[in-house]
């Protein structure tokens, strides 16, 4: 990135970084509210590349409408700032324009201060590969930056002068604004462009059962998704190390298939608006038929993980969705059977896997399975027996049980998904369905 976040080369030599934490009252209506969680926040900035040398926290009802922190605790920050010779200050908080100004005042030009979401966004810009993520970054970015930009350029508060460049008397601010204006309007119709190509693309082929992998970041989602597709998806323990979505089909048996995608994990205080940000990415958990919600068994906090994760899904797929919760990692648990019977009380229905482990993957693909097959039924159909290649699609979709033929017409039952066999007798109008079947 440009102008603000971590700087690669400088983020190589393990940036020395202060984290702040300032515990709030809860806001239902401000995922940022409520107790901050330094611990997170040090394993974002380790993910960022930072090395952590001291951490502040304060407990307040509100923030300090100019410096977020109170008086004391933002001299303790500039002590600790010069104390440990520190690059960096990273808040667990969102800081607005005015506040990041006056931090940034207090603890001296030579040390940045950045919030949660800038810290969010330079590993985004780290882990994007595909042409979608890397715009879909560069809009969180740029809309980040437009009000903050008193904050980062000062020195162009003054009026554009020279010669050959006096005009009617614009700031370079206000060039600045409007430029970056024009560049989120190229970016958002470049996404939109690739939403409708991808549309068009989804359109074309044949209607596949869909899973989507959510959950906590570093619950083990990609490390699933290859035990179950054979894929390669990049696998390490940091948070956000996957970021692009991908797709892989599995085949269950002969006729049953499925179309899995590994996506970004979430964490419990991801400020809504790169949920915005990224909703084009998350597009294939609002089109999935089902979610595989994957949870570290491990975890320190099991149920805030779960929590921080059905909230961000609420605004993304109905309440309704089928959900399997698949507790991954019970190889790295000290007493399995503990944890399994503790976390059962209140996830009755939940699995209790290991990834790395083969019967892993056959547990969650035999649920998978079992899923599929609730979602079926029986069907009598009768078509002309010169037309039996009609019968080709059924063949390859479902099950077929049964097929008579018999004074120039043939009946055939087929065992198959409600959403497929509709699809199909709408294809073909002269395969019909039996009534009463």
């Given at each position: ?340 019977n503790r976390l059962a009380r209140h996830h009755e229905d939940a699995l209790f896997v290991s990834a790395v482990t083969p019967g892993g993957a056959d547990a969650v693909r035999q649920a998978v399975l079992d899923h ?10 009768r078509l002309p027996s010169h037309k039996l290649y009609l019968l080709g699609p059924w063949h390859r979709t479902g099950d077929v049980i049964e097929q008579v033929c018999d004074n120039g017409v043939c009946q055939a ?25």
């Amino acid at each position: 990135m440009t102008g603000w976040g971590f700087d690669r080369r400088e983020a190589e030599r393990r940036e020395r970084a202060v984290l702040v934490g300032v515990h709030l009252p809860h806001d239902p209506d401000e995922p940022l509210s409520g107790p901050a969680d330094t611990e997170e926040l040090a394993r974002l900035v380790d993910t960022a590349g930072g090395e952590i040398c001291a951490v502040l926290e304060q407990r307040l009802s509100a923030p300090n409408p100019r410096s977020y922190l109170g008086k004391g605790k933002l001299e303790e920050l500039t002590e600790l700032v010069a104390a440990h010779d520190a690059d960096l200050v990273v808040f667990d908080n969102d800081l607005a324009p005015n506040q990041g100004r006056n931090l940034q005042k207090a603890v001296g030009d030579e040390v940045r201060v950045i919030d949660r979401t800038e810290l969010i966004l330079d590993i985004f810009a780290r882990h994007a590969r595909t042409r979608q993520a890397r715009l879909q970054v560069e809009l969180a970015q740029l809309q980040y930056l437009l009000p903050r930009l008193t904050r980062l350029w000062k020195h162009l508060e003054r009026q554009a002068g020279g010669i050959g460049t006096r005009g009617p008397g614009e700031t370079q601010l206000e060039t600045d604004r409007r430029l970056i204006g024009r560049r989120l309007a190229h970016l958002r119709k470049q996404l939109q462009q690739i939403e409708r190509e991808e549309a068009t693309r989804a359109a074309g082929r044949e209607r596949t059962f869909r899973i989507a992998l959510v959950g906590y970041t570093n619950a083990g989602k990609s490390t699933l998704m290859n035990a179950l597709t054979g894929a390669d998806v990049y696998v390490r323990d940091q948070l956000f190390a996957t970021l692009d979505a991908t797709t892989r089909r599995v085949d269950v048996d002969e006729r049953r298939r499925f179309l899995i995608t590994d996506t970004v994990g979430f964490i419990r205080r991801l400020p809504h608006h790169l949920v915005e940000s990224f909703r084009s990415t998350l597009q294939e958990v609002a089109d999935a038929d089902l979610l595989l919600h994957v949870v570290d068994a491990g975890g320190q906090d099991t149920d805030h993980q779960i929590t921080s994760v059905n909230t961000v899904l609420a605004d993304l797929v109905p309440a309704d969705r089928p959900t399997l919760l698949v507790f991954n990692k019970m190889d790295t648990v000290p007493d399995p059977e503990t944890v399994r019977n503790r976390l059962a009380r209140h996830h009755e229905d939940a699995l209790f896997v290991s990834a790395v482990t083969p019967g892993g993957a056959d547990a969650v693909r035999q649920a998978v399975l079992d899923h599929l097959r609730r979602d079926e039924r029986e069907y009598r159909l009768r078509l002309p027996s010169h037309k039996l290649y009609l019968l080709g699609p059924w063949h390859r979709t479902g099950d077929v049980i049964e097929q008579v033929c018999d004074n120039g017409v043939c009946q055939a039952t087929v065992r198959m998904r409600q959403e497929d066999a509709r699809r199909l007798i709408a294809r073909e109008s002269e395969v019909t369905e039996v009534p009463g079947s």
